[in-house]
């Protein structure tokens, strides 16, 4: 098998997304599962199509695709707005679709109507994450606008909202309630109730499992980093009722050497338009891994082998810092990391990566 491999443990994920779907289901809150951060392989999604969610959310028409052709059965979720050259595909697969702008719903509406399809809409807000939604000063046009579709093409079948995304911005109780409220004047409006009021994300969510988060009427989230890291990259931190053994990425030593901590001669800019800055610690020794950019977002990879530290990554190279391993290692060794959010998106997408999946 050709390293570095992504090692992903099926079990450990199911088991994840069990223990979220009784805790929130505990607080009448259903759980859309998001394949996007791990380019939704199937052996994850017919694992995770078994537990208690309601329904399979990505970003990619791409992925949606492969997963109904992959026999995946669950309603579908697109959770990114679509691009408008794709409504006819959105209208043939995809049950729950996440909208912000008025003329893509009412041309969503209209493609829908024309292939006799009744598809579900769900009008995004923005809470000050300032990505994707209406503003608070735009509800009336939401509500105007879901006026105009409802029940012609399309059920509104709800509201979301995101956070901690684009600007980082977290969740607030009472930022939840605003979305509540909008969500009630919605069905004054439209006569008849929203089926998910959709709160967000893993973003702390999952970090405060008593609900203290949200306000009566929050029905719904959309995880994906929770089952599939345990993490909560908002809060920089665990979620500890959660396990984070889901995946290992594992690469090969090339070299291993002993050489100056400091570079030697003027530094110019890296590979990548940085002029790096390396602390003076003395002669080293160090390793290279046969890993780069080109597999992995660098900082986001945690050694798991005691004394190992990433110091620096090119497109295919991974210099890493061995002097506190004892000697242990050498030449065609195998280092293990464990993945923070975008050095699994990275991991995942590499065609230069393989995926082994196990459990
Ligand atoms: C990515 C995404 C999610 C899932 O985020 P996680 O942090 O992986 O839980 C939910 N909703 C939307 C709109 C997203 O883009």
């Known amino acids: ?5 992504l090692r992903v443990r099926l079990d450990v994920m199911e088991e994840n997304m069990n223990r979220i779907t009784e805790r929130m289901s505990k607080l009448g809150i259903s759980v859309w599962a998001v394949t996007k951060g791990i380019s939704a392989p199937l052996e994850v999604v017919r694992r995770i199509e078994k537990t208690d969610i309601t329904a399979i959310a990505d970003s990619r028409m791409a992925n949606i695709r492969r997963m109904k052709d992959g026999g995946i059965e669950k309603p579908f ?31 969503y509406a209209k493609v829908c109507a024309e292939k006799g399809k009744l598809r579900k809409v769900v009008i995004m807000t923005d809470l000050g994450d300032l990505r994707e939604g209406f503003r608070i000063s735009d509800f009336a046009e939401a509500i105007r606008t879901a006026k105009r579709v409802d029940g012609r093409g399309v059920t509104v079948a709800g509201v979301g909202t995101n956070f901690g995304c684009a600007s980082g911005v977290l969740p607030t109780r009472e930022k939840l309630e605003s979305l509540v409220r909008f969500a009630s004047e919605l069905e004054s409006a439209l006569g008849h109730e929203l089926e998910v009021i959709s709160g967000g994300a893993t973003t702390l969510s999952l970090l405060k499992p008593d609900g203290s988060l949200f306000p009566p009427g929050i029905n ?5 980093e929770g089952y599939l890291l345990g ?35 003027e530094v110019g800019f890296d590979a990548f338009g940085n002029v790096p800055s390396f602390e003076d610690r003395g002669e080293r020794l160090r390793g290279i891994l046969a890993l780069g950019r080109q597999d992995v977002y660098p900082n986001s990879l945690f050694p798991l082998d005691d004394g190992v530290e990433v110091i620096t990554a090119s497109s295919d190279h991974l210099v890493v810092d061995l002097e506190n391993c004892g000697g242990r290692f050498k030449v065609g060794d195998i280092l293990r990391f464990r993945l923070g959010y975008p050095g699994m998106l990275a991991a995942s997408t590499s065609p230069y990566v393989t995926k082994v999946y196990e459990g």
Not at 1 to 5: E, K, S
Not at 243 to 258: G, P, W, Y
Not at 259 to 264: A, D, R
């Open 220 to 224: 719904n989230l959309r995880i994906g």
């Open 1 to 5: 098998m050709t390293y570095p491999i």
């Open 231 to 265: 993490r909560d990259k908002s809060a920089n931190r665990n979620i500890p009722w959660l396990s984070q053994a889901t995946m290992q990425l594992e690469a090969e030593l090339v070299e291993i050497r002993v050489k100056p901590s400091k570079p030697e001669g």
């Open 77 to 107: 979720a697109l959770i990114r707005i679509p691009m408008r050259s794709e409504l006819a595909d959105v209208a043939e697969l995809v049950d729950y679709t996440l909208m912000s702008d008025r003329e893509t719903t009412e041309l």
